[in-house]
C-alpha cells in the first residue's frame, strides 16, 4: 500500500504563488520507479491533470491552462513531487491532489494512476 499526504495549500492573493508538497511512503513502495502527477478539481466540475513528473524527474508534462506558470520537480531522496504555483488565478482554484502512476513516464488520464493523495485545497482570491 502506499500512501500520499498533500501540504502547502491555503488562501493567497491572484498573482501570489504557493508550493505544493507530496509526501509518498509504503513498506515496499520504490518512489523513483514511478511517474508522479498532479491534478485539480473545483468546486462541481470534473477532476482535470495539472502536471506530471517522469520518473527520473527528465521529463514533465502540464496542462495548457498551467503551462508557463507552474512548475512540476521531485526529489526521489526524499519521495516527494512537488508544485510550484507562480501567476495565480481565480481559476486556479481547487483542491489538488497528486497520485503516483501505474508506469515510469507522466500521463494526463487519471485512469493511469493507481494511488491518491487526501488533497489539499487551494483557493485563490481577486
Known amino acids: 500500500q502506499v500512501q500520499l499526504v498533500e501540504s502547502g495549500g491555503g488562501l493567497v492573493q491572484a498573482g501570489g504563488s504557493l508550493r505544493l508538497s507530496c509526501a509518498a511512503s509504503?513498506?515496499?513502495?520504490?518512489?523513483?520507479?514511478?511517474?508522479m502527477g498532479w491534478f485539480r478539481q473545483a468546486p462541481g466540475k470534473e477532476r482535470e491533470f495539472v502536471a506530471g513528473i517522469s520518473w527520473s524527474g527528465g521529463s514533465t508534462y502540464y496542462s495548457n491552462s498551467v503551462k508557463g506558470r507552474f512548475t512540476i520537480s521531485r526529489d526521489n531522496a526524499k519521495n516527494t513531487v512537488y508544485l510550484q504555483m507562480n501567476s495565480l488565478k481565480p481559476d486556479d482554484t481547487a483542491v489538488y491532489y497528486c497520485?503516483?502512476?501505474?508506469?515510469?513516464?507522466?500521463?494526463?488520464?487519471?485512469?493511469?494512476?493507481?494511488?491518491w493523495g487526501q488533497g489539499t485545497q487551494v483557493t485563490v482570491s481577486s
Open positions: 509504503g513498506r515496499t513502495f520504490d518512489f523513483s520507479s514511478y511517474a
Open positions: 497520485a503516483v502512476s501505474k508506469y515510469g513516464n507522466a500521463r494526463a488520464n487519471g485512469n493511469d494512476y493507481n494511488y
